[in-house]
């Protein structure tokens, strides 16, 4: 099992840079692929980016491909969201996901879940 925390949401103006951390804890987290969703008022959650446990680099969703970079610092059993150049559709909670099995955009192939952040970009 895995525990997932994150953190580093807040309220910022359009333009604005954020950087999400989520803290991995009870089991390695190199060990899941881990991948980022939202879920704004009244909307489904999505998929932002999704980062395999074996290939290189992330998968991004169309919408922040340019804008948001996920990576993983496995020494510290950690994965980050920066993002850059906020806009107001940003807005929404923000939930870390780990799985052992898929590394998709579909938040129904993630076993684990965090409590969530809110990133609230105002214009």
């Known amino acids: 099992q895995v525990q997932l925390v994150e953190s580093g949401g807040g309220l910022v103006q359009a333009g604005d840079s954020l950087r999400l951390s989520c803290a991995a804890s009870?089991?390695?987290?190199?060990?899941?692929?881990m991948a980022w969703f939202r879920q704004a008022p009244g909307k489904e959650r999505e998929g932002v980016v999704s980062f395999s446990k074996t290939l290189p680099t992330p998968n991004y969703a169309d919408s922040v491909k340019g804008r948001f970079t996920m990576s993983r610092d496995n020494a510290k059993n950690t994965v980050y969201l920066q993002m850059n150049s906020l806009e107001r559709e940003d807005t929404a909670t923000y939930y870390c996901a780990a799985s052992l099995y898929w590394s998709t955009l579909t938040p129904a192939d993630y076993e684990h879940w965090g409590q969530g952040t809110q990133v609230t970009v105002s214009s």
């Open positions: 009870g089991r390695t987290a190199s060990t899941y692929a």
